[in-house]
């Protein structure tokens, strides 16, 4: 382990301090007290502590985005993947996807990607919960540049809508979600949804079922929707509600981004089989380089099949199970902790077995206790483009925001 990385280490389980200004956070919302409101509510959604990395960890996650992002831009590779996925997948129809998020968790042995995201929630949150931070720690700094990030989340939209639709001027946006103001990140939609009708954008926060499907695309209420901001974890769009706006997607009539061809290319569980053999990205002629930044970046992951499930309940101790169609760490499974019973069920829907690589540790002190959470980091891009960190701060056995003194927290590097 290097100095910086090093240091990094030991201000996370010694440092105490508490850098979040949630006076300074609050007044930034002062022009917008439903805002106030949802935050007061979600007293677990910001934690009051930093995470700190060093430059060596954050240029190792760029290599392996840039990686991943050379690799899904091979024709051999979008075949491979096409040919098995959803056909709502197959076609490309100009965007690249908003706020991609790759997860990692930090190890000994350097940063390692535990999965990908299509629809990553969080990215605008963590802009404000990065402005509203106090010095801590001298010689740390933001990984990104801040000033501006606002312009940029907004230019990226505007770049998905030219992609697909040219010259065309975008006149409204949908952001779509089921029960969105139940979601327990709708202050982000209104965040959003701010963010845009500034830049003159007609905008709603939208549940499918409200989507009317026209001859000439999509419509809400009397408002024909350009483009969909897709929150949705109905990734290919398969429940009936989503319906006509798999019609109007497919024939070109709506830019929706990210989309089920973004999903199938980059979030499927299943392509981590095929990042991390050697046998596998040798036979679709993927660089050397290439190879080995992700063989090193991403931990060993296999599709659990009829033929190996006994081996890996043998062997169920190495391994952290996941749905290949899940989300949210949703029906996840540490291999220590899966029961006969849970595992007997989980032979009826696909998973993979990822080698365990448990996360980074914080200390935090919350009401006068010290207490050690669980830690990742979210790295959001956009086309290979880095445009912020976050981490989650969690107890237990998946990110929950329940978890006192835990939720997102901000990303210095040293």
């Not at 949150?125 to 989340?153: H, I, R, S, W, Y």
Request: glycine share 6%.
């Amino acid at each position: 382990m290097n100095q910086y990385t090093s240091i990094a280490r030991s201000i996370n389980k010694h440092c105490l301090c508490k850098t979040l200004d949630r006076q300074f956070l609050l007044d930034h919302l002062e022009g917008l007290p439903e805002m106030r409101a949802l935050f007061l509510e979600r007293p677990n959604l910001f934690s009051d502590t930093a995470i700190y990395i060093s430059p060596i960890e954050f240029n190792e996650m760029k290599s392996v985005i840039y990686a991943i992002e050379n690799v899904v831009a091979m024709q051999t590779f979008q075949q491979k993947i096409l040919c098995r996925s959803s056909k709502t997948a197959f076609e490309s129809f100009g965007p690249n996807g908003v706020f991609m998020g790759y997860d990692f968790h930090l190890t000994e042995e350097g940063p390692k990607l535990i999965e990908i995201n299509t629809n990553a929630g969080g990215a605008f949150l963590n802009l404000l919960l990065a402005k509203a931070q106090m010095a801590c720690c001298e010689g740390t700094k933001a990984p990104v540049e801040l000033e501006g990030l606002e312009d940029k989340f907004f230019d990226i939209f505007e770049d998905e809508w030219r992609s697909q639709k040219k010259n065309q001027e975008l006149k409204v946006i949908a952001i779509m979600d089921e029960n969105p103001n139940g979601q327990f990140l709708y202050p982000e939609f209104k965040l959003f949804a701010d963010l845009f009708k500034k830049k003159g954008i007609s905008t709603f926060i939208v549940d499918p079922s409200l989507i009317e499907l026209r001859y000439d695309g999509l419509w809400f209420q009397n408002n024909k929707i350009d483009l969909v901001y897709n929150r949705s974890t109905d990734f290919y769009f398969d429940a009936e509600i989503y319906e006509g706006i798999k019609a109007a997607y497919l024939a070109g009539n709506v830019v929706i981004t990210p989309n089920p061809h973004h999903h199938a290319l980059f979030a499927d569980k299943e392509n981590l089989e095929i990042l991390t053999s050697r046998e596998e990205m040798r036979t679709l002629g993927i660089e050397t380089s290439v190879q080995e930044v992700l063989l090193k970046g991403i931990p060993r992951t296999f599709k659990v099949t009829e033929t190996n499930r006994s081996e890996f309940w043998a062997r169920r101790k190495n391994y952290f199970f996941k749905p290949t169609k899940g989300y949210g760490s949703k029906a996840t499974y540490r291999g220590d902790k899966i029961t006969l019973r849970v595992w007997e069920e989980m032979a009826n829907s696909s998973y993979i077995a990822q080698e365990l690589t448990p996360p980074g540790l914080r200390l935090i002190e919350n009401e006068g206790k010290q207490i050690e959470l669980k830690q990742d980091i979210r790295v959001y891009a956009y086309s290979g483009e880095i445009l912020l960190l976050a981490s989650r701060l969690y107890m237990g056995q998946t990110t929950n925001f329940r978890t006192e003194g835990g939720g997102f927290a901000p990303v210095f590097v040293i």
